[in-house]
Nanobody, 120 residues
């Protein structure tokens, strides 16, 4: 089964920035919309941001609007999440998801998660 490969998490102080990356080797990347989810201990998984297969449309969780930016480079089979002005409440395990919008095959794929911790 295809697995997405994530990187970029870490420990950062409030107000700092991180950029998460998610590579999708083996996929026809343009056939998938991409999303970032996160889950904090004791809380439900929530959708943070999503981007259409061609990169022309994006959506964001209200609490991250103006601070986070999702983007993709289809030539590199990679999606990014630029996170600025980070807050302690952004602390969570962040997951990458690929959702098929064209072609045949499994409907979605998930990354292993990368930890983001925002703390002084």
């Amino acid at each position: 089964q295809v697995q997405l490969v994530e990187s970029g998490g870490g420990l950062v102080q409030p107000g700092g920035s991180l950029r998460l990356s998610c590579a999708a080797p083996g996929l026809i990347f343009s056939s998938f919309a991409m999303s970032w989810y996160r889950q904090a201990p004791g809380k439900e998984r929530e959708l943070v941001a999503s981007i259409s297969s061609g990169g022309g449309s994006t959506k964001y969780l209200d609490s991250v609007k103006g601070r986070f930016t999702i983007s993709r480079d289809n030539a590199k089979n990679t999606v990014y999440l630029q996170m600025n002005s980070l807050k302690p409440e952004d602390t969570a395990l962040y997951y990458c998801n690929a959702m098929r919008v064209a072609g045949l095959g499994p409907s979605d794929y998930w990354g292993q998660g990368t930890q983001v911790t925002v703390s002084s």
